[in-house]
């Protein structure tokens, strides 16, 4: 699978310019890092590419196929948010079983995928626990196993790490790098 911005260009009704003539192709499985200064635009392209923004003119495609007006349910892409967006009335288990729930897959299938994702996160001992509950590392783990426990082709990251503390960043980049080996999936990280 192919992703390609073309000419991307986003202006807010205020009359930012948060992209102009933004163009990005890559391949899938790909983990792709963008990087740049605030205001930059690297989140911006995220919330395009995963359908929540809509550009001002260009194309997002994918395989050749021009997804620009598709709804974000009908990408297959997850997203990860800065502040993990995370149900605090929900359990871990029932967090991470959210996405599959409303995809209305079978309930032993849930759990398998669930604890299969939890135990790839090493998060299986926090299952019962809630967000309040967590640390910062282990919320951003329940966060980035929610995003892929229903296996989307492309997983958006905005951020995710900005909220822990440097040595806790640094080795959670390379449990991402990892899980990012195992899965094969395209990870796109601002």
Known sequence: MAIAFRDIRKVFPDGTVALDTFDLSFDAGEFIVLLGPSGSGKSTACRILAGLEKPSSGAVVIDGRDITALAPRERNASMVFQNYALYPHKTVYENIAYPLRVRKRARRDIDRAVRDMAGLLQIGELLRRRPRELSGGEAQRVAVARALVWQPEICLMDEPLSNL????????????????RELQKTFVFV
């Open 165 to 180: 503390d440097a040595l806790l960043r640094l080795k959670t980049r390379a449990e991402l790098k990892r899980i990012h």
